[in-house]
C-alpha cells in the first residue's frame, strides 16, 4: 500500500476502489455507511487551536541574590507539586576513563545528605508517599523531588540537602558501585541493550559518546567517592544550575524558601565542557554482527554522526526525521517496514541532540532470515530522503504531526517547566517553545530537500546487528566486511 | 536499579470516581511523624455522566476544559482470558482494527490522526481490549467518525491479516521469546493457572499466531465487538450535548448481540508448592513466583495493596532493604498485588546480581513474606503505604488520558464508577492485623508457584 494512500484525494479514490462489498472477509449484516456525507478523513482539518503553551500569568522567572536562576509555573489543578535543581552539566563532560561518573554520583547523592543517612533520608520521603530522584543526562544534571503540597517545606529542605550537603559516604560507595556494576552486567542480558552500545562504539570509540551513559565495567570499577564529590563541587553551581517547580505552589513564598536555602550558595569553579564528537563518523561502511546464537530475532541499527541541539537546521531536521523515522505509521519506513511488508513490530530513527553532535540512529528488529533486506530497505529509504524528499502533502502531514504532538506533550505543568528548563541547559532562547509551531509551519519543502544530502549518509554507515553470527554473515557480507564481536 | 515500581498503574485499574458531583475530599494523613493532612480537593472524576444508546453501547463522558485536550477510548470486554480455540486472537485482532474497514485502506486510522498530532494506540489483557485516540479537541469529530467506520465496517483481508501476523510474531519474539524477563512471566502464568484461561500469554502461541485465519477473525468480531460489549470513554476539552449527538448519529446504528460468550472461570485448589526452571543465556537470573488472590473488588484488596507497598515501595520497604541493601543479593525485588477480573494472584519478582545464586534471593524473598505473615507489620509501615497509596492516586488524575482511562476501567470492572472517596477510605480502614492476616491468608508456602530463569548447566559451566 502506497503510503500516499492516506492523504485527502487519494483517500477518497482508494475507498472507491476498495470500498465495494465481497471482498475477502468484508463482514455482512452490518449498517450501511452513511449515505451522501462526506467523511470527516476527506474534509480538510479544522484550522488549529494553538492554545499558548505557556499561560504568562503563572509563569514567574525569578533570580536569587546569588545569581541563581529560579523558573515557577503555577497549576492549582492538584494537591501536589514538583521541584527541581538542573546543572548545565552531564555525562558529557566527565573524563572518558571515568565514564559514568556522572551516574555514580547521581546515584549516591540519594543516598545520604545534611544530617541523614541513606536509610534516613530514604525514610522522610517514603513516609510522606513523595519521590526523590536524581539523575544525569548526556548534557545536565538534575536533582528533584514531588509529593503533596503540604509537604513542600519538608521535601524543599530535602532538595537542599541533596543539592548542597551529599555525604558521599564510603560505605555508601561501595555499595552504588557494586550496584552499578552489577546493573551493567545485568543489561547485557538484554539483546536492545547491546546493539545500541555496540552502534556508540562503532562511531565514537576514544571519545565519550562512545560508552553507555552509565558507563562501561572497566571505568565504572575506578570510580571512588572522592571523584564524586570533585564531580559535584564542579557541576552544581550557582551559575550552572536553575531551580524550578511546577504545580500547587506559592511562587512568592517558593521565592523566599529558595532565598534561604540556596541564596548563601557561593560560587564555585564550574568544570569545562567535554570535547566535541567527531563531526563525521565512520568513514566508510562498517558492519559489526554481536553474536548470540541463541536469538530467534536480530536486533538492528544503522546510524551515523547526526546533530547538536543547538543546531540552526534543527526544525528542517525534525521534520526530515518525521517523515523518515519518527513519524509513527505515517513515517516512511513505518509504512515500508511494517505496515506493507509486515518484517518488524517497530521501526524508526532518531537524533540524538546533545550539545555536541550524537548519533542518527535507524533502529528496528526482525526475524533472523529477514536480516539482510531489512537493512537493504533501511539503506533504501534513507538514499530515498535525498532521491524523493517530501512534497508539500507529506510535509504538511509530519507539519501536523509535529506541531500537534508539541500541543499534547505538554499538557502537564510539570512536562512545560521541563521543557523551559531543557532551553536554558542549551542556552536557547526563553520564547522557543511559543514560537515553535510557528517555525515548524515556515518550513518549506525546499529546506528539507537541501539539507537531506548532508544529514543522511546511506553511502557511510555503521551497521550493527546482534543475533545469531553464523545465519547473519552470509546476509550481511554483500555489503562490506563483516566483523563479529562477542557480547 | 532504581526504586521498586510504585503501584500506580494497578491503582489505577481499581481506581475510583464519582457520579455524586461536587463531592469533596479529604485526604486524612498517615500518623507517621512528618506529615501533615491533605488538603480537600475535587475528584475529577466526580462529573462523569452515563448515557446508554438504544444498542447498549455504554458513553462515559467527563467533560474538563483544562487544557485543549481530549482522550476517546473504547474499552472493549474482551481479551486473552475470553480466547478459546485460538491463543492470542483477541490481540492479534486488535491489531487487525488498523488494517481498514470499508471505506479505508490499512493503516489510515492510524496515519489520520498521526498527522494532527494525536496519539493512536490501543492494547490487550487477560480481561479488556483498548483502544484509544489522544487528540487537541478539534480533531474529536474525525475521532468519532473514524472510530464507527472500523466498529461498522471493519475489512480483513488475506493479505492483509498475513502481513500483520508477521508483525505480532516479531511483537511475540521482542517481548516473550528472546526477553528474559517476559519468558518468567508467561512460563509463571502457565503454572500458577492449570485451567483457567488466564494461563494464556495474552499475546498467542507461536503455532496459533501462525494459523488463525480470516475466518476465525470474523468470527471473532461478530462474537465480541457488538455495541452492547463497548463502553466509550472521554474525558477532557469538548461540549456534552455536542458529542453526545455525534455518538448517537455515528455509533446509534452499531449492532449489538444477545449472546456474548464468556469461558468457564474454575481454577481447581492448588494443593501444593509447583516449579519450573527456564534456561536461557542470562548474566543475572530471574526469580518469577505468584500465589492465586482474590479477583478485583475483593474486600481484601486494599489489605493486599498495602501489603504490596510495605514489601515494595521505595527504599525502606521490606523486600529493598533486605534484598538489595543488606545482602546485596538482588537488582532489585518486588511483590505485589495484581488483580484482574475474573481471578487475581500476588506477584514476586526479583533479578538476581550477577553470580548470587537464585536459591539464595528465592530464601531471603519468601523469608521476607512469611515473616509479615507470622509476625505482622508496624503501624508506621501501614501508614506510610497508605501515604503513598493516596498520592499515586492524586497523581493519577493529571491528564486527560488518566481520567478516561481510570472511569472506563471502572465502568467494565465495577459496572459503576467508584468514588475517589470510597477508594480511599477503604484504604484507610486498613490495619496491621489486616495486613497480617491477608498475608497468612493468601501467601502461603505450599501454595507458591516458582519460576526461575538461570543459564543452561553447559554455558555456566
Redesign the interface.
Known sequence: ?SRK??SFGM?AA??LG??CAG?????S???P??AAEI???EKP?????D?PVVDATKLHRMELSNGLKLIVLEDR????FDLGITARRGASDEPVEHAGLASYTAHLMERGAGERT??EL??????????L?VASTWDSFNAAV??????VE?LFGVLADVVLRPRFDADEAE?VR??HL??L??A????ENLVRWALYRALYDGHRYGLPIEGSSESVAGLTPELARDFHASVFTPSNAILFAAGDVDPAALKRRAEAAFGAWSAGETLPVGPPAPARTPEAVRIIVVD?P????SQIAVGHEGIARADERRIAVQLLNTVLGS????SRLM?RV????????GIGSSFGERRSAGPFAVRT???VAETGRVVALILEEMRRMIDDPPDEIELG??Q?????????GL??SGAVASSLVALDVYGLPEDSLDTYRGRIRATKPTDVASIAPDLLHPERVAIVVVGPADALRPQLEGLGPVEVVQP | ???PP?LRERLLRTGSSGVLSGLMLL?VA?S????????S?EDPAARTRTTVLENGLTVLTLEDH????VSFQIWVQVGSGDEARWTGIAHLFEHMMFR?S???????H???I??????VNAFTSRDVTVYFD??????L??V???EA?RL???????ES???????????R??RS????QGRAFENLLALAFQAHPYRIPTVGWMSDLEKIG?EE??EF??DYYAANNLVVAVAGDFDTEELLALIR??MG???SSDHIARNPQLEPEQRGERRAVVH?????PILAAAWHAPPTGHEDGAALDVLSSVLS?????RLY?TL??DE?AA?GASGAYWELMRAGLFYAFA?A??GVDIGRVESLFFGEVDRIATEGVTQ?EV??AK??????L??G????HALASRIGRDMVSFGRIRPLEERLSEIRSVTPEDVQRVAATWLKPEKRNVVHVTQPPEASQ
Open positions: 500500500m494512500l492516506a483517500v482508494a475507498a476498495l470500498g471482498l475477502p472477509g468484508s463482514l449484516g452490518e449498517a455507511a452513511p467523511p470527516a478523513w482539518p479544522p484550522p488549529p487551536r492554545a489543578r492538584l494537591p501536589r541513606a536509610l530514604a525514610a522522610v520521603v517514603d513516609d510522606l508517599g513523595a519521590s530522584s514531588s509529593g503533596l503540597s503540604v509537604d519538608t555499595r557494586a550496584e552489577a546493573g552486567e545485568r547485557k542480558d538484554e539483546p548470540r541463541d536469538l530467534g530475532q513519524g509513527g505509521f505515517s509504512g511494517r505496515a506493507d511488508e509486515g518484517l518488524t513490530y528488529f526482525t526475524r502531514k509530519a501536523g504531526l509535529r506541531t500537534g504532538s508539541f500541543g499534547l499538557e502537564t | 536499579m532504581k526504586r510504585r485526604l498517615s507517621a511523624a512528618r506529615s501533615e493532612p491533605a488538603p480537593f483544562t487544557t485543549p485536550v481498514g470499508e471505506r479505508l485502506p490499512p493503516e489510515a492510524g496515519r489520520l498521526g498527522e494532527r498530532g494525536g496519539r489522544d487528540v487537541t479537541s478539534e480533531h469529530p474525525l468519532v467518525e473514524l467506520e461498522r465496517s471493519l475489512d480483513i483481508s488475506e491479516l498475513e502481513s500483520e501476523r508477521q508483525v505480532v510474531i516479531e511483537e519474539r521482542l521469546e528472546d526477553d528474559p480470516v477473525c470474523n468480531f461478530r448519529k455515528h446504528p452499531l449492532r536461557f543465556d542470562v548474566r543475572a515501595s521505595g527504599r525502606t520497604s532493604r538489595v541493601y546485596q537488582l533479578i546480581r550477577p508506621a501508614d506510610k501515604r503513598t497509596l493516596e498520592v499515586d492524586i497523581e488524575l493529571g491528564t486527560a
